[in-house]
């Protein structure tokens, strides 16, 4: 028995394959008149709904309320941390620093920074009990008196002849 010949199997699938891509093609473009046809109707309505808007608010508001809102994110308001430092009792912990109202909004990570920096002054040192201890001010290394001024050097006198 002859065998059929491939080049016409061929020529028959890309008859076949060219008819399915040109009913591809309409059926994209059908979607695309659709697509373009809703986007007019969307843009229609969103107009009729900024003029409703505008009548119940007021024409300078409906603009506004049209627009998103963008909200400014809040900036942490600076802490006196002399004040904290006065709060404090004269041996606390970092749960004690936590539980002060302004203070106590840082993350933990800013509390263990502040304490460094209390301690770099000398203002504090480790308790063996636990937590930190104030130095009282008398405790503290005191600071170096200036030196006193020196007396200005006496000028020379002309020397007067004797007779």
């Not at 891509?21 to 695309?32: A, D, P």
């Not at 969103?46 to 049209?66: I, M, N, P, S, T």
């Not at 170096?144 to 020196?150: E, F, I």
């Amino acid at each position: 028995m002859a065998r059929p010949s491939r080049t016409k199997t061929l020529a028959s699938l890309e008859g076949k394959l060219g008819t399915i891509r040109q009913e591809v093609q309409q059926v994209l473009r059908g979607l695309k008149r659709e697509i373009v046809r809703r986007e007019a109707e969307l843009a229609g309505l969103k107009a009729e709904y900024g003029r409703g808007a505008a009548l119940l608010q007021g024409a300078g508001k409906a603009a506004v309320a049209a627009a998103p809102v963008r909200r400014r994110a809040k900036r942490a308001r600076p802490i006196d941390w002399k004040k904290v430092w006065s709060f404090l009792p004269d041996r606390f912990t970092l749960k004690t620093l936590a539980g002060h109202p302004q203070a106590g909004k840082r993350p933990k990570s800013h509390l263990y920074a502040i304490v460094s920096r209390w301690k770099k002054e000398k203002k504090l040192v480790p308790d063996p009990a636990g937590g930190y201890r104030k130095l009282s001010p008398k405790s503290a290394k005191p600071k170096p008196r200036p030196k006193p001024a020196r007396a200005p050097k006496p000028v020379p006198q002309p020397a007067t002849p004797t007779a």
